[in-house]
């Protein structure tokens, strides 16, 4: 059985693989080599070597016939429009004999992109042409990139002013006693021996910057709802990231000395209740972005911190075990009672006010918990309301040392001599050994689980597992 192709003679031509020309005929192709074009290209498109070109192939005697007696063969040269001229048979014949191409019968008629290829000669073996870029493209492009070049200049003349320049701009000037920022006296300071309390406060830089590097593997871009918790003198300086049940009321009253102008002399004199109006201290989260940028690189940055499970326990013991808390009682202990206690009374769903801190370790670890509302500051981590691995803190300051810590931050500000970091009651506080008896009750389980819930927080603060813990 014959294939359906069938021999070149027997084959009718393929019209919309071959561009005829005026005054060729293919059926009677002139001698010599060039009669074989047409049935060599099509041998080599069917084949594979010259697919994809999506052009026709034209064969024509374009050079005249050479001298009688000269002993040339005839060099019909077949003018092919494809990937190669060299290709074409006859090309090479007509090279040997010195005869150049010349532009075939019907030339005009052809398409720009095989008239230019016809004009410039082969192209490297297996490469198709490229298409012709139009000019309106190329000017797109040229607009699009010196678009996006001038808005990166605006971009960083806007975010890397130097310190100077900005405080001519945005009007800064230091109160201390030196006239320098806290942060230089921070940092003047350290390139001098330093003393054993600089020493453990760059040692708590060093261990809190190789945590994050360790356990933060993509670092985000602040929101304004992550500077809420920081504090602002503009006065001297300072930025003090507050940490409910860590010393964080005796602090801002510190602050409205510091930022009140003469208006407050001791921090005691500053009734609790007062110290906590949104309105008496400024937060980061209200300024403008440069305005910001400024301040986290211009100021003391600094946070008071507390070992985890002790800070959880006095936050309990003050949200849930005071009668005066009654807005506690209602916003969180209805709905602690009425989830994780069992058959609770009609007095209990009502008030609230006698939430058992097993109850309360179960509406932590509930899931459903931070997906209906975020954490209530009080017990959140302290790694979510300061951001310590996205904002660098020159001062970590422990409740553990605080009289020691909070002199050493005051001397960096160069605060008058009369101010005072209050000093804390020793009655109510909550002890490592009270925390102890509060996690009796709690199984090794939901230990575990509450661990790893404030697992971060003991690892950046350096925090020991407490020793009361069963987690085995």
């Known amino acids: 059985m014959q294939r359906a192709g069938g021999d070149a003679a027997s084959r009718p031509p393929k019209r919309a693989r071959r561009a005829r020309l005026p005054g060729w005929d293919p059926s009677h192709p002139p001698d010599g080599e060039q009669g074989l074009c047409p049935k060599r290209l099509r041998g080599r498109e069917r084949g594979g070597g010259l697919q994809g070109a999506g052009l026709a192939q034209v064969c024509a005697p374009v050079l005249p016939p050479p001298p009688a007696g000269s002993g040339l063969v005839q060099p019909g040269v077949c003018v092919c429009v494809w990937r190669e001229a ?16 010349q532009r075939p019968p019907g030339h005009a008629q052809l398409q720009p992109r095989q008239q230019k290829q016809l004009a410039g000669g082969p192209l490297p073996r297996g490469e198709p ?46 109160h201390g006693k030196s006239g320098r920022s806290p942060l230089q006296a921070l940092y003047d300071s350290d390139q001098f021996e330093q003393s054993s309390l600089q020493a453990t406060h760059q040692q708590r830089r060093d261990l809190l910057s190789s945590v994050c590097s360790r356990y933060t593997r993509k670092r985000r871009l602040l929101t304004r709802d992550d500077l809420r918790h920081l504090v602002v003198d503009d006065v001297h300086g300072l930025l003090y990231c507050y940490v409910p049940k860590v010393a964080c009321t005796n602090w801002k009253r510190v602050m409205m000395v510091l930022t009140g102008q003469g208006k407050y002399r001791d921090p005691l004199e500053i009734p609790a209740n007062e110290a906590h109006v949104s309105s008496n201290l400024r937060t980061l989260s209200e300024y403008s972005t440069p305005e910001i940028n400024h301040r986290l690189r211009n100021y003391l940055k600094f946070i008071f911190v507390r070992e985890p499970f002790e800070r959880l326990v006095s936050a309990y013991r003050n949200k849930f075990t005071r009668r005066y808390n009654t807005a506690f009682h209602k916003r969180y202990g209805t709905k602690i009672i009425r989830r994780h206690r069992q058959e609770p009374s009609n007095q209990a769903l009502e008030r609230g006010d006698d939430v058992r801190f097993q109850e309360f370790v179960y509406y932590l670890l509930d899931p459903r918990t931070q997906v209906e509302e975020p954490f209530n500051e009080h017990w959140e981590r302290v790694h979510s309301l300061c951001h310590p691995c996205i904002i660098h803190y020159d001062v970590v300051g422990k409740y553990e040392t605080l009289a020691e810590d909070a002199n050493y931050v005051l001397q960096l500000v160069g605060a008058d001599a009369s101010v005072k970091f209050p000093s804390s009651s020793k009655t109510t506080r909550t002890t490592d050994d009270m925390t102890a008896q509060f996690f009796e009750d709690i199984s090794p389980f939901y230990q575990r689980r509450l661990f790893n819930l404030y697992k971060m927080d003991y690892l950046l603060f350096n925090y020991s597992i407490p020793s009361y813990l069963r987690l085995r």
């Open 86 to 101: 060299s290709l074409c048979p006859g090309a090479a014949a007509a090279r040997r004999a010195g005869l150049g191409f």
């Open 129 to 174: 042409p490229r298409p012709r870029m139009r000019k309106s493209r190329v000017q797109r492009m040229v607009l699009a990139t010196s678009l996006g070049s001038f808005l990166l200049v605006i971009f960083y003349f806007q975010s890397s002013l130097n310190p100077a320049a900005e405080d001519r701009i945005l009007g800064t000037s230091w």
